[in-house]
C-alpha cells in the first residue's frame, strides 16, 4: 500500500504515530499503554484512532496470534517534511520567511541544528531573490505592508 503524500492526519493520530515511529511495531495494547499515561485517553480511543490510521495508509496491520501488530509505512522524517511542505504552501509566499523566523525564534535548537541553519541559509542567500513574490489572490491581498504587487 502507498502513502498519501499528502499525510492528512489530526494532532491525535500524530502522538499515535510518534508511539509507532519511536518503537518500530506496537500492539494497540501498547500504544494504549503509552497514552493512556501521557495523553489519559481510553483503550476505545485509541483504538478508533489506530484504525483511522490503518485506513488512511499510515500504519500496516498484521495479525500476530490474538492480536494486531502496527508498524508505520511513513518515517517520521517523510511525515514532518510533508506536513511542512503542506503548511507553508497554504500561506503567502511573501509571508513565509517571517513565518520560519517565528519558528526558530519559539523552537529550542541544538547547536548542530543552528550551524545547518546558518549554512544552508548561507547558501540559499547566493541564489535568492531580492523580493519573493505574493502569491495571494487577486483583489484579495491581505499582506498589510503593502510592498506586494498582487
Not at 522524517?77 to 509566499?93: K, N, R, W
Not at 520560519?100 to 535568492?128: F, G
Request: with cysteine.
Amino acid at each position: 500500500m502507498e502513502v498519501s503524500t499528502a499525510l492528512n492526519i489530526s494532532a491525535a493520530e500524530w502522538q499515535v504515530m510518534r508511539v509507532a515511529w519511536t518503537l518500530g511495531q506496537v500492539s494497540s495494547q501498547t500504544v494504549s499503554d503509552v497514552l493512556a499515561t501521557k495523553m489519559d485517553w481510553k483503550a476505545a480511543t485509541i483504538k478508533t484512532l489506530v484504525g483511522r490510521l490503518v485506513k488512511k495508509g499510515a500504519l500496516t496491520a498484521e495479525r500476530d496470534g490474538k492480536r494486531y501488530l502496527y508498524r508505520p509505512l511513513i518515517s517520521e522524517q517523510q511525515a514532518m517534511d510533508t506536513a511542512s511542505e503542506v503548511f507553508i504552501g497554504q500561506l503567502c509566499q511573501h509571508k513565509v520567511g517571517k513565518t520560519l523566523l517565528k519558528m526558530v525564534e519559539d523552537t529550542t535548537l541544538s547547536q548542530a541544528d543552528i550551524a545547518a541553519l546558518i549554512t544552508t541559509l548561507q547558501e540559499k542567500q547566493k541564489t535568492a531573490p531580492k523580493e519573493v513574490a505574493c502569491n495571494c489572490l487577486p483583489d484579495n491581498c491581505q499582506c498589510a505592508d503593502g510592498s506586494c504587487n498582487c
